[in-house]
């Protein structure tokens, strides 16, 4: 008798390389034990159709489904009237796929994406896999923790809103393909020398302006003393690719020669990209999101984290305080200028071996693993 496991998720990037580190972990699990289940992905958004389309090339009879989903704000927006107009359309898509796929088993990372698929499968009475990854667990995922049979958690701290007999710590799955790269491939690739730290800037999967203008603030600073890999964003590089080629033009003969020598800009990273990255890093930037900090504690890499300002249930600023006390660096939006932010990157250089250690024991690199594992033994 085949067997069938839905993974549902969309939305942004943090909720679905999680969602694709899962699958493959259960894909691996799979060709191990000879099982005959199937591996089906539903879900929405522009990050969650690239990495569902280059896991189906990847795997014979991998299917995957998009549906719409709308997003409920906490503050107001015009795009909130066109979201409140989708919901009917994903309450009937989600039921329609849940009706015809009827799996065994639904692993979902939350999110709004995953609202109503997950209540279909409740309605249809199959077992609900649930993983939360922040701090304080956000709306969706409290609601959705009802009908999960069990509950995977990034952070201790998020069990206290969770039933207990539901919950287990598994951390936050990261994808291992992106962790495995070697420098000197990245130096020739980066078109960097071997000389000079390092340093990767990422505002995450959609980018984050504030960063942005910090590193172009700062970029005649940072680039006097390291080489600077930053992702902006798509909607973001333009005018930060802009900014860069004027500040150049306007520094010939100065400091212009250095930032083009010593500054590499992406809107996004591929995982190739992202895994060279990694690898030639040295300190890494980042917002707080889960998926960020578990992949800097799995490098063992100082991390300067800079967590969003008023984000939802102000999540990233707890993701950020359980970071540091593992040897991260905090740096809040509101103390974001110049002087802080270099500083803050120089002294994660200075302290590179003590903190790339501590933050190592924030790491839980079998994630996936336990949770595929404890997904087959459900079924």
């Not at 085949?2 to 799979?30: Q, W």
């Not at 009706?99 to 077992?127: C, E």
């Amino acid at each position: 008798m085949a067997y069938r496991i839905l993974l549902i998720g969309g939305g942004s990037g943090g909720h679905v390389f999680p969602l694709v580190a899962v699958g493959r972990a259960l894909r691996e699990a799979i060709l191990e034990r000879a099982q005959d289940v199937e591996l089906v992905m539903l879900g929405e958004g522009h990050f969650f159709k690239e990495a569902a389309q280059r896991e189906a090339a990847q795997t014979i009879g991998f299917k995957y489904h998009s549906i719409i989903a709308g997003k409920l704000r906490r503050y107001f927006s015009f795009r909130s009237i066109i979201d409140f107009l989708k919901m009917p359309v994903s309450f009937f898509q989600s039921m329609w796929h849940l009706f015809w796929i009827m799996p065994d088993a639904v692993f979902t990372k939350s999110g709004y994406a995953s609202f109503f698929p997950v209540l279909w499968a409740k309605m249809f009475f199959i077992p609900i896999y649930l993983h939360d990854s922040d701090a304080v667990p956000g709306v969706a995922s409290r609601v959705m923790s009802r009908w999960a049979k069990k509950i995977f958690i990034s952070f201790e701290s998020a069990a206290q809103y969770f039933p207990a007999k539901k919950v287990i710590l598994s951390g936050n799955p990261v994808r291992e393909g992106i962790l495995n790269s070697n420098r000197d491939e990245a130096l020739v690739f980066f078109k960097f020398s071997p000389a000079l730290p390092t340093v990767l800037i990422s505002g995450g999967s959609q980018g984050a302006k504030n960063i942005n203008d910090i590193v172009l603030q700062s970029i005649v600073q940072l680039t006097s003393n390291f080489q600077v890999i930053h992702q902006c964003g798509k909607d973001n590089f333009a005018q930060v690719n802009a900014t860069v080629e004027q500040l150049i033009k306007e520094g010939q003969g100065k400091y212009g020669d250095q930032i083009a020598a010593r500054y590499r800009v992406y809107p996004f990273f591929s995982d190739r990209e992202l895994s060279l990255a990694y690898a030639l890093s040295d300190v890494i930037v980042a917002r707080s999101g889960s998926g960020s900090l578990f992949e800097i504690a799995a490098l063992g890499k100082p991390g300067v984290v800079i967590p969003l300002k008023n984000s939802a249930s102000d999540h990233q600023y707890y993701n950020a305080l359980e970071f540091s006390k593992h040897g991260g660096i905090m740096i809040e939006e509101d103390n974001l200028v110049t002087s802080v932010f270099v500083d803050q990157i120089r002294v994660a250089l200075e302290r590179k071996e003590e903190l790339g250690q501590a933050v190592k024991g924030f790491s839980r690199p079998n994630a996936a693993k336990e949770i595929a594992e404890e997904i087959l033994r459900g079924i």
